[in-house]
């Protein structure tokens, strides 16, 4: 019995940290956030294109007109307990374009994985379509791991050269993890709205199965050549976000990006870029 209750005691500050984070955020490790390079304008991202799109609606990748590779990490809520790192390559090919993602969250008693790859197809110069298949892997210290499939697809569209709509479903059918547990749907739909080429404005519409609808905001500004900023607000969570990219040349970029929340505090997060 004093064993059983040493064994709770262990695990009652991950189940705490996993209740609070659940019930304010949908998002876990198996939905790539994409670190800094989407945090700092809410993540509102399903509308937009490039290489970071293969976190967010795999048919924006179509933009990548060679090969990018990305790495993200993120604490979010400044929990370490909470850290997400991700890694992407992309590479275009005449019959479409291609990918792979992977990431992590969590911590050595409780950890999130995800495997993932993508292809992108432009069906027509005004549409693109996208899609991934995922692997994705529970580990519980002491208690074992489970491995899920799934998937997930988006698609894309430039209605004209300032609207551009998005919309992405990740795992659409019933995946199973217990008796007890699943991976909700979720469905995210958006636009981008460019009145100028230094400007974009974002805005997104999130809904999972089992949480609460999320309105996203965002902004990207490209003050000078080299340097963009970003902002963004999630209405439904009342986090309020920050960013600037560094365009150290054509091919590479670091992001850095804050997320606050009046309730659990910062999400700080970075991302280095290469692309071309």
């Known amino acids: 019995m004093i064993s059983g209750f040493v064994h709770i005691r262990f695990y009652l500050p991950?189940?705490?940290?996993?209740?609070?984070?659940?019930?304010?955020?949908?998002q876990t490790g198996f939905s790539s956030s994409g670190g800094a390079n989407w945090l700092g304008m809410a993540r509102a991202g399903v509308a937009h294109t490039g290489a970071a799109s293969i976190y967010l609606?795999?048919?924006?990748?179509?933009?990548?007109?060679?090969m990018a590779?990305?790495?993200?990490?993120?604490?979010?809520?400044?929990?370490s307990e909470l850290t997400q790192v991700s890694l992407a390559a992309i590479k275009s090919f005449r019959f479409g374009t291609v990918g792979l993602v992977a990431s992590s969250f969590?911590?050595?008693?409780y950890n999130e994985q995800k495997i993932g790859f993508a292809y992108a197809r432009r069906l027509s110069g005004n549409i693109s379509i996208g899609g991934q298949f995922d692997l994705l892997r529970y580990n519980i210290d002491n208690i074992?791991?489970?491995?899920?499939?799934?998937?997930?697809?988006?698609?894309?569209?430039?209605?004209?050269?300032?609207?551009?709509?998005?919309?992405?479903?990740?795992?659409?059918?019933?995946v199973k993890i217990n008796d007890i547990d699943k991976i909700s749907a979720r469905f995210r739909t958006g636009l981008k709205y460019s009145p100028s080429n230094k400007v974009f404005l974002l805005a997104e519409v999130d809904k999972s199965i089992d949480q609460d609808m999320e309105l996203r905001f965002g902004i990207s500004y490209i003050p000078i050549k080299t340097l963009t900023l970003m902002t963004g607000v999630n209405t439904t969570l009342s986090s309020f976000h920050f960013g600037l990219q560094l365009h150290f040349s054509d091919h590479y970029s670091i992001a850095?990006?804050?997320?606050?929340n009046h309730i659990l505090g910062n999400?700080?997060?970075?991302?280095?870029?290469?692309?071309?």
């Not at 609606?57 to 060679?66: E, F, I, L, R």
């Not at 790495?71 to 979010?76: C, P």
């Not at 969590?106 to 008693?109: A, N, P, T």
């Not at 489970?146 to 659409?172: C, D, L, R, W, Y």
């Open 256 to 260: 850095t990006a804050l997320g606050t």
């Open 106 to 109: 969590g911590f050595d008693q």
């Open 267 to 276: 999400s700080p997060s970075i991302s280095l870029q290469y692309q071309q």
């Open 57 to 66: 609606n795999q048919a924006g990748m179509t933009s990548v007109h060679d």
């Open 144 to 174: 074992g791991s489970k491995n899920v499939f799934s998937f997930e697809t988006g698609m894309i569209a430039h209605i004209n050269k300032q609207i551009t709509v998005g919309a992405h479903i990740f795992s659409p059918v019933h």
């Open 14 to 26: 991950v189940i705490l940290i996993l209740i609070i984070f659940s019930n304010i955020n949908a």
């Open 69 to 79: 590779f990305d790495i993200s990490a993120e604490r979010r809520f400044n929990l």
